[in-house]
């Protein structure tokens, strides 16, 4: 596979296949069309044209207005028109975590095509012959993308958490990383995509860091995501990437943003401006 072809699966989505949902003039989300059927059921929530989805939720503060739609949630979830909730809240916003007006279960996020935010930390070890990178193995009773590999630490943002208290939260959860090490991290950018899946539609905002670990450190997993953890060659990386999806598919981006900016990727690759363009599209 070339780079580029990650860059296309990870935005690959027909928006005509959604209409929007609004809060008064701000849109929120998009939602696949036959899945606004199934919302029609809670006709004091939603008001559906042919146009769109407005959701109707009077209150002043999040927590109020977030009340009637979550708990519609819960009863999707009890109705099994909505597989699980997680009881993690993530941020509704037409913009960034700061202009959230509502919050709604993670699980249901790609249902009603919101934004959503995480944190993907490469994690890496200097050595005399090049970098190596951490690369996890994902644990096979994963819901998603079982028996992928995966970064060393990565891990969505919940509302109403500091961008570095849920990285030191994730480091050492996901990788047994101490909170001193963990804000040795240096953030990198951030990356966008917005990809279609069976749930929905996923417009997603990765922040990025790097984080150069001692030759001596051995991550361990203390929360069961990971089977395993292997350290290899930059070239690797490379030949694993250009073999075939076996990393989880967004990680793919975040490793081609790290190859770009440590010159593995260099100016005169063939894809470096598709490439560069392609990991910052603007969300819908």
């Known amino acids: 596979m070339k780079y580029r072809d990650y860059i296309d699966q990870c935005n690959r989505h027909r928006l005509a296949d959604f209409?929007?949902?609004?809060?008064?003039q701000q849109k929120?989300?998009?939602l696949r069309r036959p899945f606004v059927q199934t919302i029609s059921a809670w006709d004091g929530l939603f008001s559906v044209t042919a146009d769109g989805v407005e959701l109707i939720a009077p209150g002043e503060g999040i927590e109020e207005r977030s009340r009637g739609w979550n708990q519609m949630l819960v009863e999707m979830a009890q109705q099994g028109s909505l597989e699980y909730l997680t009881g993690e809240?993530?941020?509704v916003t037409p913009g960034g975590r700061a202009q959230a007006l509502f919050v709604i279960d993670r699980a249901a996020a790609p249902l009603f095509g919101v934004r959503a935010f995480g944190q993907h930390v490469n994690g890496f070890v200097r050595h005399a012959g090049g970098?190596?990178?951490?690369v996890g193995k994902r644990s096979a009773d994963r819901k998603n993308f079982p028996g992928k590999l995966d970064h060393l630490v990565a891990?969505?943002?919940p509302y109403a958490v500091t961008l570095e208290a849920n990285l030191i939260k994730e480091c050492r959860e996901e990788a047994g990383i101490p909170a001193a090490l963990a804000r040795r991290a240096i953030s990198t950018g951030a990356i966008t995509y917005v990809a279609e899946s069976s749930r929905g539609l996923k417009p997603d905002t990765i922040y990025c860091y790097d984080?150069?670990?001692?030759a001596e450190f051995q991550p361990r997993c203390t929360d069961g995501e990971v089977e395993k953890f292997e350290l290899w060659p930059i070239a690797r990386v490379m030949e694993v990437l250009e073999t075939g999806p076996e990393f989880k598919l967004n990680c793919n981006l975040v490793i081609i943003d790290f190859l770009i900016r440590h010159g593995y990727i260099p100016p005169d690759h063939e894809d470096y401006l598709y490439l560069i363009?392609?990991?910052h599209p603007g969300l819908p």
């Open 19 to 24: 209409l929007p949902l609004t809060f008064g």
């Open 28 to 30: 929120i989300g998009y």
């Open 89 to 91: 809240p993530y941020p």
């Open 131 to 134: 970098l190596h990178l951490w």
């Open 155 to 157: 891990g969505g943002l």
């Open 211 to 214: 984080l150069e670990l001692p």
């Open 277 to 279: 363009n392609g990991l």
